[in-house]
């Protein structure tokens, strides 16, 4: 069963950068669309960023200009770059990749997520 791993949050001011990793534990980047989601306290999981198998990006309208979604294939490793940070950006961050044509469907299990807190 294939795990994922995230990292690289942190405590920041606003404006500050950080860059999350996830890491998984099969080489599954190159056949899956892969995302971002984020979750904050009292709100449902958020979409925030996209990467298809392709190498296309889309993004959450709110992120778009300051989070970068990227890979390292040979890695296993999925990044979000993710600058000009804002105190709405708060949240616990993970990776998975979603089932095409089925929303709310994830092929993985989740792993434990990164928390990021920006500062106001």
């Known amino acids: 069963q294939v795990q994922l791993v995230e990292s690289g949050g942190g405590l920041v001011p606003t404006g500050g950068s950080l860059k999350l990793s996830c890491t998984a534990s099969?080489?599954?980047?190159?056949?899956?669309?892969m995302a971002w989601y984020r979750q904050a306290p009292g709100k449902q999981r958020e979409l925030v960023a996209t990467l298809t198998s392709g190498g296309a990006t889309d993004y959450a309208g709110s992120v778009k200009g300051r989070f970068t979604i990227s890979r390292d294939t040979a890695r296993n490793t999925l990044y979000l770059q993710m600058n000009s940070l804002k105190p709405e950006d708060t949240a616990v961050y993970s990776c998975?990749?979603?089932?095409?044509?089925?929303?709310?469907?994830?092929?993985?299990?989740w792993g434990q997520g990164t928390q990021v807190t920006v500062s106001s």
């Open positions: 099969a080489s599954i980047f190159g056949s899956n669309a």
């Open positions: 998975n990749a979603p089932v095409s044509g089925y929303s709310g469907a994830f092929k993985y299990t």
